[in-house]
């Protein structure tokens, strides 16, 4: 393998700060739903490389990435589930209009 | 044994994929959060997906990440944002400029920048120590071949079912919870 752990390390850092970044910056609550889903890919490519040098958690890595996958598949859900709800309640999907818990 | 293409040829194409890869993963997720149109977003999300599926099978050796990550993030997620999106009507589509303002785009990539280096550095300093520790080294492509998809079954269903099990309840309640969700609205109507 002619790469070793840090460069997938720097990739998975990269997305990470990218969705970070996308997160802060955004207004659409649909485009924090993608932002949070390039956060959690950041997370599966740490899961399924740190597998590789351990020959206990190779397929426990690799399970690990599986279980992260369905937990995003069900955020994914129910974010979109409320972003609906909240749509028809008060016709805008822009996450800072979204006042109603204010106290 | 005679060689099509020379190994030193061989290693730098090899590196050459990988920084091709690279660039192609880390761009689309940049053109993700960046593109106004919440559409191209997704279609960059999507993208960005499938470089993370080729990191799967590529360097991770696992061609069923691969087939999952496609399947239920390229193919599953990304569908179900596109009806969002659609159903959310034009506002959706374009996030409204200037409203809500959080903080300025170049100051926030600025600090996600420094965040990332002051990381790296961090990760660096403490991942030589690790690495050092455990004495460990790149494994050859060949190593995986070694665990099967059986082997993985095998362990989900024993080692790893109360896990799965749960996991299986979780969805179950996400599924029921965003049915609830929308249905109710349309009751309501």
């Known amino acids: 393998m002619i790469a070793d752990a840090s460069i997938f390390v720097g990739i998975a850092l990269l997305l990470f700060f990218i969705g970070l970044a996308g997160f802060i910056k955004s207004k659409s609550a649909i485009r924090m739903l993608i932002a949070v889903e390039l956060m959690l890919n950041s997370a599966n490519i740490n899961f399924a490389i740190f597998a590789l040098y351990n020959d206990v958690g190779f397929v426990t890595g690799q399970i690990a990435v599986i279980i992260s996958i369905a937990l995003a598949a069900a955020e994914a859900a129910v974010g979109l589930g409320i972003i609906l709800s909240v749509y028809r309640n008060h016709g805008t999907v822009e996450a800072t209009d979204f006042q109603s818990l204010k106290g | ?189």
């Open chain 2, 1 to 189: 044994m005679a060689y099509l293409i020379p190994p030193e040829l061989f290693e730098l194409l090899e590196y050459f994929v990988l920084f091709l890869l690279v660039i192609y993963t880390t761009g689309s997720a940049y053109l993700a959060v960046s593109v106004k149109s919440v559409y191209h977003a997704v279609v960059w999300l999507i993208f960005c997906l499938l470089g993370v599926a080729m990191i799967f099978l590529l360097y991770a050796g696992s061609a069923l990440l691969l087939v999952i990550q496609i399947i239920v993030y390229a193919g599953g997620i990304t569908i179900l944002m596109l009806f969002a999106i659609s159903l959310s009507g034009k506002d959706a589509m374009f996030e409204k400029p200037g409203s809500g303002k959080l903080m300025d785009w170049r100051l926030s990539f600025a600090g996600a920048f420094l965040l990332f280096m002051i990381t790296a550095y961090v990760l660096t300093q403490v991942s030589s120590v690790f690495w050092a520790l455990q004495d460990l080294a790149a494994k050859d492509v060949e190593n995986f071949d070694n665990v099967l998809i059986g082997n993985l079954a095998e362990q989900m269903f024993t080692t790893h079912g109360g896990t799965i099990l749960t996991l299986g309840l979780l969805l179950l309640g996400a599924m029921l919870g965003s049915v609830y969700l929308v249905k109710k609205e349309v009751e309501d109507l």
